[in-house]
């Protein structure tokens, strides 16, 4: 079992920024890849990044690139999501999943989210 819990979302201004975090907890994780992704009110949940625990970013979508960084610390169990200039379009709950680094594998292990709101 693995436990995934987010952290450091809020309220903060157009071009602004915010770094989110997901601790992980309950197994070894040298063989998952964490990703984020979020969902926006009336929308489907989307894909935004994700990396193994070797450090390599598996996927990112080339529209966050620039905006979005996912990193990891090993001694923390952490995974990041640094998020600058950040726009109104950005608001939604922002989730951290975990999966299997296998080809094929689905995100089976989610945390509860956090919530990102961008004023204009």
């Known amino acids: 079992q693995v436990q995934l819990v987010e952290s450091g979302g809020g309220l903060v201004q157009a071009g602004g920024s915010l770094r989110l975090s997901c601790a992980a907890s309950?197994?070894?994780?040298?063989?998952?890849?964490i990703g984020w992704f979020r969902q926006a009110p009336w929308k489907e949940r989307e894909f935004v990044c994700a990396?193994?625990?070797?450090?390599?970013?598996?996927h990112s979508e080339e529209s966050l690139k620039g905006r979005f960084t996912i990193s990891r610390d090993d001694a923390k169990n952490t995974v990041y999501l640094q998020m600058n200039s950040l726009k109104p379009e950005d608001t939604a709950v922002y989730y951290c999943?975990?999966?299997?680094?296998?080809?094929?594998?689905?995100?089976?292990?989610w945390g509860q989210g956090t919530q990102v709101s961008v004023s204009s």
């Open positions: 309950g197994r070894t994780f040298s063989s998952f890849i």
């Open positions: 999943a975990a999966r299997y680094n296998s080809p094929g594998a689905k995100y089976v292990y």
């Open positions: 990396i193994t625990w070797s450090g390599t970013i598996v």
